[in-house]
């Protein structure tokens, strides 16, 4: 069993900061490329950031230079240092990663149960 656990939303005025935290535990031999998607009410879940395993990033164009993805292989855990936070950063936030749970098994994909922002005054 496999389960990918975020921690860190909560509300936060405009220009505020936030640090989500995802931790992945279980039977787990690796893992890829790990991600933070988010879905705000009445629309579809889209992806905030990536990292992989070599910590290469890719981000939203909404989220440049405000948003920091990081991760620590050691302890199977992805983080999102988010900055400068805007009222369209209202979501809830899912970690997602590509991983194995045995040495030459399939790759599976897996979603965290998702953590709620929200950007107010």
């Known amino acids: 069993q496999v389960q990918l656990v975020e921690s860190g939303g909560g509300s936060v005025q405009p220009g505020g900061s936030l640090r989500l935290s995802c931790a992945a535990s279980?039977?787990?031999?690796?893992?890829?490329?790990m991600g933070w998607y988010r879905q705000a009410p009445a629309k579809q879940r889209e992806l905030v950031a990536t990292?992989?395993?070599?910590?290469?990033?890719n981000y939203a164009d909404s989220v440049k230079g405000r948003f920091t993805i990081s991760r620590d292989n050691a302890k199977d855990t992805v983080y999102l240092q988010m900055n400068s936070l805007k009222p369209e950063d209202t979501a809830v936030y899912y970690c997602?990663?590509?991983?194995?749970?045995?040495?030459?098994?399939?790759?599976?994909?897996?979603w965290g149960q998702g953590t709620q922002v929200t950007v107010s005054s």
């Open positions: 997602n990663a590509d991983l194995r749970r045995n040495r030459g098994g399939p790759w599976y994909n897996y």
């Open positions: 279980g039977t787990i031999f690796s893992i890829n490329a």
């Open positions: 990292i992989t395993s070599g910590t290469r990033t």
